[in-house]
T-cell receptor, first 113, second 115 residues
Framework: GAVVSQHPSWVICKSGTSVKIECRSL??????MFWYRQFPKQSLMLMAT?????????EQGVEKDKFLINHASLTLSTLTVTSAHPEDSSFYIC?????????FGPGTRLTVT | AQSVTQPDIHITVSEGASLELRCNYS??????LFWYVQSPGQGLQLLLK??????LVQGIKGFEAEFKRSQSSFNLRKPSVHWSDAAEYFC?????????????FGAGTRLFVKA
């Protein structure tokens, strides 16, 4: 199989603080991981593509200084939301690429108060 | 530009009835095509995929989809819907080029199942 985990599954933080979300491929190595954001009742919006050992590629309109992505190993990518604001509250989903398929994590619900 | 269109925001079907969810894509070449299902508050589960070969593909949970190149479509079907099929369904296109690989998602279709 191909399993992707995310941690935490939900997090509440205060405005102005930073929060880190981890994405791990548990049984395969992924040179490429993706981070998506999903608003209620909407589709997934690709935020960035994370490549192991190199800088992430951000989609147009995504603030790279706000959403820091680090792909330190072939099984781990992290997304850090810096100086979080209530408008950053959302459902964040990661996925890991295996050949031409993507396997998705269960998502992380972020609420900024 | 590449795009994926799911024309139906939501669909309601009776349990036991057949289902078809529509998906059209815009891409210059034959893309990799996927259907995913998402239950509330959950991640995405792959139902089926098309890369090449037989244009009718079978997936999990009794779903199938047919790739029609002439119509740029990849519609999802199920002959008999179960109440547990109620969820959000996303059609997606996998694009691979010199810039790398990415997946583009349609807006999704929410399926409601009535008893």
């Amino acid at each position: 199989g191909a399993v992707v985990s995310q941690h935490p599954s939900w997090v509440i933080c205060k405005s102005g603080t930073s929060v880190k979300i981890e994405c791990r491929s548990l049984d395969f190595q992924a040179t490429t991981m993706f981070w998506y954001r999903q608003f209620p009742k909407q589709s997934l919006m690709l935020m960035a593509t994370s490549n192991e050992g190199s800088k992430a590629t951000y989609e147009q309109g995504v603030e790279k200084d706000k959403f820091l992505i680090n792909h330190a190993s072939l099984t781990l990518s992290t997304l850090t939301v810096t100086s979080a604001h209530p408008e950053d509250s959302s459902f964040y989903i990661c996925s890991a690429r295996k050949i031409y398929e993507q396997y998705f994590g269960p998502g992380t619900r972020l609420t900024v108060t | 530009a590449q795009s994926v269109t799911q024309p139906d925001i939501h669909i309601t079907v009776s349990e036991g009835a057949s289902l078809e969810l529509r998906c059209n894509y815009s891409y210059g070449a034959t893309p990799y095509l996927f259907w995913y299902v998402q239950s509330p508050g959950q991640g995405l589960q792959l139902l089926l995929k098309y890369f090449s070969g037989d244009t009718l593909v079978q997936g999990i949970k009794g779903f199938e989809a047919e790739f029609k190149r002439s119509q740029s479509s990849f519609n999802l079907r199920k002959p008999s819907v179960h109440w547990s099929d109620a969820a959000e369904y996303f059609c997606a296109v996998g694009l691979s080029n010199t810039g790398g690989f990415k997946t583009i998602f349609g807006a999704g279709t929410r399926l409601f199942v009535k008893a």
